[in-house]
């Protein structure tokens, strides 16, 4: 899989805007750009055509809750985030950070490794670092706002 890569294509003079091109393995992304939100691999109530159609360039997942849900064997099984949501286009992906601290709190029991339970099935889910590695690992996405996905 080839590397992500940005540059610069328009600067404004004296001021810090700028346009520019991400070039992800899945294609390319215009930036500044609009990105939707597929929190759980899915943009609700449009499908993957609509979308496209809207002028996304791009999808934003959550590797939190895909961790909790669909999971990562899952997403591995069905041949990556991709496959599984069938986009075809740039995904990207976060660490989930902000959602095992914020929802954390309003959902779960906290010890020392952020030992959750699931507010949509109630099962115990294990929300540290080495989880959300390997739900990542699972995706791949094209481009990680953690780290490049390299899978």
Known sequence: MKSTNFS????LSGKLGRMGVLETPHGMINTPAFVTVGTKATVKSLTPEQVASLGAQVVLANTYHLYLEPGEKILHDAGG???FMQWHGPTMTDSGGFQI???GAAFGKKT??????SPWAGYSARASVTPSL???DALPSSTSIWRVSRG
Not at 8 to 11: G, H
Not at 112 to 117: R, V, Y
Request: avoid cysteine; charged fraction near 30%; aromatic fraction near 6%.
């Open 8 to 11: 610069v294509t328009k600067e």
């Open 81 to 83: 985030l991709h496959k």
């Open 101 to 103: 601290f914020s929802l």
């Open 112 to 117: 020392g490794k952020l030992a959750d339970t």
């Open 134 to 136: 390997a739900t990542k």
